[in-house]
């Protein structure tokens, strides 16, 4: 899923209340792209690029992963990466994507109380 929002935000901020949703909704400490209850990243900001140890804006994976373009282009079709002015749908088009295979019941992993 990907969202569009504007925010009065700066992306530090940003970032640390998605960490702090995450939380709320019982995301631990855990492997590394192993299985998590929930997981917001932030993919873009504006035209915004930001390497800190904390915040590689704009993600630096997502134009490998169809998962994440696909909901981008449905949200903006004409949407482009701001460091190579790439259009996503073209790249998303192009394919070669690696297959992702569901490995667990997400839903079955948040606490009742969201459900």
């Known amino acids: 899923m990907a969202v569009r929002l504007r925010t ?7 970032l640390a209340a998605t960490r702090s949703i995450e939380r709320e909704l019982g995301r631990t400490p855990g492997l590394r792209w192993g299985p998590r209850i929930i ?5 873009l900001f504006d035209d915004l690029a930001i390497s800190d140890p904390d915040l590689v804006l704009p993600h630096p994976r997502m134009m490998e992963r169809a998962f994440v373009l696909q909901p981008l282009v449905d949200l903006d079709p004409a949407i482009r990466h701001p460091a190579t002015n790439e259009e996503l749908a073209r790249r998303l088009a192009g394919g070669g994507f ?8 997400g839903e079955a992993l948040l606490p009742e109380r969201v459900r």
């Open 8 to 14: 009065s935000l700066e992306p530090a901020a940003l």
């Open 39 to 43: 997981d917001i990243d932030l993919l």
């Open 98 to 105: 690696e297959t992702v295979h569901r490995r667990f019941d």
